[in-house]
């Protein structure tokens, strides 16, 4: 099973999905983890302000904040290689990403996921 790995920047909470004006990008992104927890993946999220050891103990995300800043978040990394830097990929690419094949019994409508699914946060 392949682990994707997100290090994402400082929020007010562990997925940023919370409060009146969530952002739309977000809450996509937070359904599109789940499709692809669904599909074998295994996901971790790493938020900067609630994990920051997360970020120093890892080499490869350590190395890319010196080089690059914090304009780097959000990072992915699929089974310890960067394969997305400085943005949340919408599901299409993400499955580009991890190599998934769409199954057929899951939607890939990451808006109707979010509905059945919630937004996960405790807000």
């Not at 997305?84 to 939607?107: A, C, F, H, I, M």
């Amino acid at each position: 099973m392949s682990k994707l790995s997100i290090f994402e920047p400082a929020m007010c909470c562990e997925t940023g999905v919370c409060g009146v004006d969530a952002d739309t990008i977000l809450i996509n992104f937070t359904a599109d983890t789940e499709w692809l927890r669904k599909q074998g993946i295994e996901v971790h999220r790493f938020n900067l302000a609630q994990e920051p050891a997360a970020f120093i103990n890892d080499p490869v995300v350590k190395a890319e904040i010196n080089e690059h800043g914090e304009t780097c978040l959000p990072l992915l990394l699929l089974d310890g290689t960067v394969v997305s830097r400085g943005n949340y990929p919408d599901r299409t690419r993400l499955r580009e990403l991890t190599g998934v094949e769409s199954k057929s019994q899951t939607t890939e409508n990451p808006a109707e996921d979010n509905k059945k699914s919630g937004c996960g946060c405790s807000c």
